[in-house]
């Protein structure tokens, strides 16, 4: 899944979004590198990467409820 420069530090960050494609996009303009592009899983939850410009991996998703 991840190259060597994508690997993880050993932690993620993670954030819940109510409209995830315009916070991913303003993450993206703002300097993030989109490391998996944002796919629906099987239980409905939408979940997306990101690499902050430190290295950082983040996780933007929505809600689970």
Known sequence: ???NWYKPFGIELA???K???LDFEKAKKAGA???EKIITKPWGQKVGYLRDNNGFL???CTSMV
Do not use: A, K, L
Request: hydrophobic share 45%; net charge negative.
């Open 33 to 35: 590198t989109e490391v």
């Open 1 to 3: 899944m991840f190259s």
């Open 15 to 17: 954030f819940t979004s």
């Open 58 to 60: 983040i996780e933007v």
């Open 19 to 21: 409209n995830i494609e």
